[in-house]
Nanobody, 115 residues
Framework: QVQVMEFGGGSVQPGGSLSLSCEASGSLFGYFVMGWYRQAPGKERELVAASFPGGVTKIEDPVKGRFTISRDTVGNVIYLQMNNLKPEDTAVYYC?????????WGQGTQVTVSS
C-alpha cells in the first residue's frame, strides 16, 4: 500500500503565489511517477504537472511559465510552486503516484484564486 499526503493550498488573490507539497510513503519500489492533477467544479480532472525519475518534468500548457514542479532527492516528495495565479486556477488539486500497474491519489487540497 502507498499513502499519499498533500500539504498546502488555500486562498489567494489573482497574481499571488501558493505552494503545494506531496509526500508518498509505503510500498514504493522502483520507477514511479508523481504528479499534480486538478479538478474544477463541473470539469474533468486534468493533469497539471508531472515529475519522472531522473529529473524529467512535464508542465501542461495552461500553467506553463507560471507553475514549477520539483522533486526531492529521495524521490518521494514533490512540490508545486504556483505563481501569477489566475481565477481559472481555482480547483481541488490532487497528488498522484503512479507505479507500474497501480496508482494512488491524495485526498485533494483546495486552491482558490479570487479577488
Amino acid at each position: 500500500q502507498v499513502q499519499v499526503m498533500e500539504f498546502g493550498g488555500g486562498s489567494v488573490q489573482p497574481g499571488g503565489s501558493l505552494s503545494l507539497s506531496c509526500e508518498a510513503s509505503g510500498s514504493l519500489f522502483g520507477y514511479f511517477v508523481m504528479g499534480w492533477y486538478r479538478q474544477a467544479p463541473g470539469k474533468e480532472r486534468e493533469l497539471v504537472a508531472a515529475s519522472f525519475p531522473g529529473g524529467v518534468t512535464k508542465i501542461e500548457d495552461p500553467v506553463k511559465g507560471r507553475f514549477t514542479i520539483s522533486r526531492d532527492t529521495v524521490g518521494n516528495v514533490i512540490y508545486l510552486q504556483m505563481n501569477n495565479l489566475k481565477p481559472e486556477d481555482t480547483a481541488v488539486y490532487y497528488c498522484n503516484v503512479r507505479l507500474t500497474s497501480t496508482e494512488y491519489w491524495g485526498q485533494g487540497t483546495q486552491v482558490t484564486v479570487s479577488s
